[in-house]
């Protein structure tokens, strides 16, 4: 442990610190800094030479002088305290109280960067995650260990779904056994304020460890808030043998910052002046999730991605799809007709759906009815476009079925309210009642024996 | 060899690049680096300075600890045991390491990438004699590797000289030499199970060959459409969603290849285990052995290190090389070269490389050239012929097929399967686009499917693309003005599109039938789809309504003969193709009685 302060401060802009003279600095080694009022600021080293030592400031370089600026080595990694006492506590991104309640004192201390799971230790996910909305469950099934990012974008309802998920989320036939690690970047306020009304309201919030930095918290911070909040679930999942939940958001205010750090750092661009290693940044964040070999618990993930310009092809979301099992995306058509959860099906996709569904896990039809649903709204979305070109009544009779199968769907399968907990089994015997208003001989998808035990219709 | 300095120190540290003080050292030469003896590269000198790649993360390195070079360039093992295992980037066996230090993969631990201890039974070649020359590359003898794949021992291809000892059959580890060779300077070398060969360096053959053997998938839509050779290079892109890794998982499952080389680069963990899971239960639809008795994992996941991703792909293609010199026809999927690129742009950038396109640096282009290279049909040093089949997966961002992975790999590849977000959006699957895919085997692979399958093939082929393509022109017009404005023989030709789409285009990887199509049920499928459309287009031209023909009942059976009959059942499906023609005869006949009592 060196207790030597360095006062050789030469650089200190856009939440970089550079150090000279300051030799055998580790990289990525914890920083304390004083500033000229004395007060406390945390770093990280992000590049290391025997004669310069370049430092990442989680609480900004602001009001720094470069003449009463002292640094501190502490010799160690950024570490977070562990415990079963986090659960029900507030943090800032580095681990620290936010809730006015001491520190977490113990002697398990991990550091937050984690490491790659052995592929070969990983165990497939396959247990079906009843969130009771018809959408994921019957259409974008989640499964436990899996990373299922909600793509949205301003002034859309993401918040509300994603406390709907956390409240809801359970095994089908148990009571919910989720803790939930909930980690917000770059939040305003209110959306603070909703999450902890949500949770609290909701009677889980003993369950829940928060991680909090708002959108006037210094941005750098937020670069150290999911790894601190996934250190948390890890510990949670393979020491507590619990199951989380990991709830992020809003991961583009993350890759705000990595953008604004790297800028700063001189890193070559690259789309949208995005740094070149954003995807492998994301992905040492979302591939913390799964399930590992003999460990009972899990680490389920649902990041929030805005789409900025509700553009689903920015890099953020991009990125994001090329790493997470799929991805539900919210529509602002759907959200402007009063439809809530806005979730538009055509683009969403779960990737490890076909492993937890079915006989053993939900009903035997559930894979079928879900492509069979997918297959009939892609021809009513072809033939709402005609419709809208040549206009409705000179469409044929078959094709004004699916018109209003379409409606139907979005009104009665895509909508529900927000306090509505649908089982599956409800969620399938609604699909199987608008897969009613077609004929056996148009249902290609499911199989005769599921018509003749399901389809309702006279035919 | 001179003396040299072997131990050097560490100057800087910026994430995975390394600067160190080592003079002498040679470029491409492995390192450990600090006190956790991290595995690295030497890219770049520059003065007294070599600039290093690092293969692990270098948290908690110092400026000052000590570097040590191997001597070395960066190799693999080569020898019995590869099959069936899964390794990292850099061929750390996944399976052993998470034995030795548990779930997350430590820092800084040396494995070798073959079990030392496990026994084989070694058969000598019998054509060899002790006094005999012996020329590079040239077998030594066997082992039976898995059921399925004699594993032929190789002398290293740059090794050559006299036998001086050969061992008898019997039991050898790894460590246990099987003989001795002394060569032309007369040095004498022992002779193992296994040798060791660099990744960089593509291993020498005697000469190339050409391919015009198709590489049969059992999926549709690429043999039947866009036929790839053994041999071959191909490229799968496709924005995220569009179903890349099922269409690798497929041709991983169902190709008729002898090794299949699966090289997870950047991509998920859990897709990796998923073939980690199923592939031992799943069995080879040709030889009835477990598939994964075929098949070799390089693992280097999305949160490993960035640049044992480069690495990654020329581990798996030596690998592969190797495989090929024993005389086997080698399938290689790299999943995904873009994440490959993307590792020799983070390096280029940290080592302040002018960036050219979207901050790729200016060597890209060749790079990919030279890795696709490596594919190809050769006759091998003991006169044998193999291939390696390379087919690489394109993330391109946004799904933006001219961004400069994409648009360089187009330009070296031969088979193109272009994977299409809005097929995908309708569950079309595989979504791969018919517009925007080639393939430039069709003539090649035509002499095979005319004289194995049918002499129709290629007419049939063009005959479905001729109408897919209508498709998409009428389409439009049905866009613009509506259905109504189509005549009766337009309408059908959208039928006829709808039926090559439905029944033969879309195939179902879930479904335990429809999943794998021999190339028999692939043309009696499409033979089937193209006579409903042929013969009825004759009766719409007799004035017969496009809505009597289109629900018929043995249309739709026809619809779903796909997931009906397997690969085995090609007299039931020419049973419909016969019903169909009957069918349509009967409507004929009756038409022209209706059409005489009107007169």
């Known amino acids: ?39 406390r600021r ?36 950024m570490e977070i305290a562990l415990s079963p006492e986090l659960l029900g506590r507030i943090f800032n991104g580095l681990g620290e109280p936010r809730d006015g309640r001491p520190p977490i004192l113990s002697t398990l201390h991990r550091p937050i960067s984690g490491s790659a799971i052995n592929p070969a230790a990983r165990t ?45 989320a359970k095994l089908v036939d148990q009571e919910s056994s989720f803790s939930i690690v909930f980690a917000a970047m770059g939040v305003s306020y209110s959306d603070a304020q909703f999450f902890q009304e949500a ?98 618990g899990s680490i389920t993930m649902v990041p929030v991605v805005s789409m900025p310009s509700d553009d689903i092809t920015h890099p953020i979301p991009d990125l994001t799809g090329y790493i997470t099992e799929g991805q539900i995306v919210l529509s602002r058509e759907l959200h402007n007709q009063g439809i809530y959860p806005p979730v538009h099906i055509s683009p969403s996709l779960s990737r490890l759906m076909k492993d937890g569904i079915g006989k053993d896990d939900t009903r035997e039809d559930h894979p079928r009815v ?90 | 060899m001179s003396e040299r300095n072997n131990h050097g120190t560490i ?85 052993a390491l998470f034995a030795r230090t548990g779930d997350h993969i430590s820092r800084g631990i040396t494995l070798p990438a073959l079990n030392r201890e496990r026994e084989w039974h070694f058969l000598p070649a019998p054509e060899l004699e002790v006094g005999m020359r012996l020329k590079p590359g040239q077998r030594l003898g066997s082992v039976q590797e898995t059921e399925r794949i004699e594993h032929h021992i190789l002398l290293p291809p740059d090794r050559s000289g006299e036998l001086l000892e050969l ?84 041709v991983a499952r169902w190709s008729n290849a002898d090794i299949v080389i699966y090289v997870g680069c950047g991509e998920r963990g859990n897709e990796l285990v998923d073939v980690l899971e199923t592939f031992p239960k799943l069995q080879d639809p040709y030889s009835g052995r477990k598939l994964m008795e075929r098949t070799l994992l390089v693992a280097n996941t999305s949160n490993m290190p960035v640049v044992a991703r480069e690495a990654s792909i020329y581990v798996g293609l030596t690998m592969a090389e190797y495989y090929r010199d024993q005389g086997y026809d080698v399938v290689m999927l790299a999943d995904s070269t873009s994440r490959w690129a993307e590792a020799l742009r983070e390096v280029s950038g940290r080592l302040g490389q002018m960036p050219v396109e979207d901050g790729y640096p200016a060597y890209l282009a060749s790079r990919l050239a030279a890795m696709y290279e490596r594919a190809g049909r050769v006759i091998t040093h003991n006169g044998e012929s193999g291939s390696v089949t390379l087919i690489g997966a394109v993330s391109p961002p946004g799904g933006d097929f001219s961004e400069p992975v994409t648009a360089h790999t187009k330009e070296i590849i031969q088979t193109f399967w272009a994977l299409s977000k809005e097929l995908a959006d309708a569950r079309h699957y595989p979504s791969v686009d018919w517009v925007g895919s080639f393939s430039d085997h069709v003539t090649t692979v035509a002499r095979w499917w005319h004289q194995e399958i049918s002499p129709y ?115 039931e499906l020419q049973a419909i193709t016969r019903e169909i023609s009957d069918e349509f005869a009967r409507i004929r006949m009756e038409y022209a009685k209706f059409q005489e009592r009107a007169e």
Do not use: C
């Open chain 2, 11 to 95: 100057r800087q540290i910026n994430g995975p690049i390394i600067t160190i003080h080592l003079p002498g050292v040679r470029n491409s030469e492995q390192v450990r680096i600090g006190e956790l003896r991290l595995v690295g590269e030497v890219i770049a000198l520059r003065g007294d300075e070599a600039i290093v790649q690092v293969y692990e993360s270098t948290e908690g390195v110092r400026p000052g600890e000590p570097v040590e070079t191997l001597g070395q360039p960066l190799s693999v093992e080569l020898g019995p045991g590869l099959l069936g295992s899964i390794f990292d980037g850099v061929q750390r066996p996944l399976e």
């Open chain 2, 457 to 571: 093939w290629k007419r049939r082929r063009e005959q479905a693309l001729t109408l897919l393509a209508r498709d998409a022109e009428l389409s439009r017009i049905v866009n613009l003005v509506g259905p109504e404005a189509l005549s009766s023989a337009q309408r059908w030709e959208l039928e006829g599109a709808k039926l090559i789409k439905e029944g033969v285009l879309q195939q179902n990887a879930l479904d335990p039938v429809d999943t794998f199509s021999s190339p028999q049920k692939q043309f009696l499928l499409l033979d089937m789809m193209l006579t409903i459309y042929d013969r009825g287009a004759a009766l719409i031209h007799l004035g017969v309504p496009v809505q009597e023909l289109r629900d018929l009942p043995v249309i739709a059976r026809a619809r779903r003969a796909k997931q009906t009959y397997d690969s085995s059942q090609s007299a």
């Open chain 1, 124 to 168: 497939y996910p396959r247990e079906f995650i009843q969130t009771g909305i018809s959408t994921i469950d019957g259409l974008n099934s989640l499964v436990r260990g899996q990373k299922l990012p909600i793509f949205t974008a301003s002034g859309l309802p993401h918040n509300r779904l994603a406390a709907q998920i956390v409240r809801q």
């Open chain 2, 167 to 250: 061992a008898p059959a019997g039991e050898y580890t790894l460590e246990r030499s099987i003989g001795r060779l002394r060569s032309a300077d007369g040095t004498i070398h022992r002779l193992y199970l296994y040798h060791t060969w660099p990744v960089r360096t593509p291993r020498p053959y005697r000469r190339r060959d050409h391919s015009d053997e198709p590489l049969i998938t059992g999926q549709r839509i690429l043999d039947t459409f866009f036929p790839l050779v053994k041999g071959g290079k191909g490229a799968v892109p496709g924005p995220f969603g569009a179903g890349k890794t099922v269409v690798q998982q497929q």
């Open chain 1, 370 to 459: 879900a492509s069979q649903l997918y297959a009939l709204y892609a021809k009513a979305q072809e033939t709402r476009n005609l419709a809208s070109i040549i206009g409705a009544e000179e469409l044929s009779e078959q094709d004004r079925r699916y018109l209003e199968f379409a409606d139907q769907f979005d009104r009665q399968f895509v909508a529900q309210e927000e306090d509505e907990d649908r089982s599956i089994i409800e969620t399938l015997n609604l699909a199987w009642e608008l897969l009613s208003m077609f004929p056996n001989a148009e249902l290609t998808r499911v199989s005769e024996t599921d018509l003749a035990k399901y389809h309702r219709s006279g035919d």
């Open chain 1, 199 to 296: 949770f609290s309201s909701s009677g889980v919030l003993g369950n829940v460890v928060m991680y909090l930095n708002q959108a006037d918290d210094p941005p750098v911070e937020r670069l150290a808030l999911p790894r601190s909040a996934l250190t948390a679930a890890e510990y949670l999942a393979f020491d507590l043998d619990r199951h989380v939940l990991v709830v992020l958001t809003d991961m583009t205010n993350y890759a705000e910052a990595l953008r604004e750090v790297s800028t700063a750092k001189g890193d070559v661009p690259s789309r949208k002046g995005y740094p070149g290693y954003l995807y492998s940044d994301l992905a040492e964040i979302y591939e913390r999730s799964g399930r590992i070999r003999d460990r009972h």
């Open chain 1, 1 to 39: 442990m060196s207790a030597k302060e360095y006062r050789t401060t030469t650089a200190a802009r856009g939440g970089l610190l550079t150090v000279s003279d300051a030799p055998q600095i580790a990289f990525g080694d914890r920083v304390l800094i004083r500033d000229h009022r004395g007060h």
């Open chain 1, 42 to 77: 945390n770093g990280q080293v992000i590049r290391s030479a025997a004669d310069e030592v370049l430092i990442q400031v989680f609480e900004g370089t602001d009001d720094l002088d470069l003449e009463n600026t002292w640094v501190r080595f502490l010799d160690q990694p």
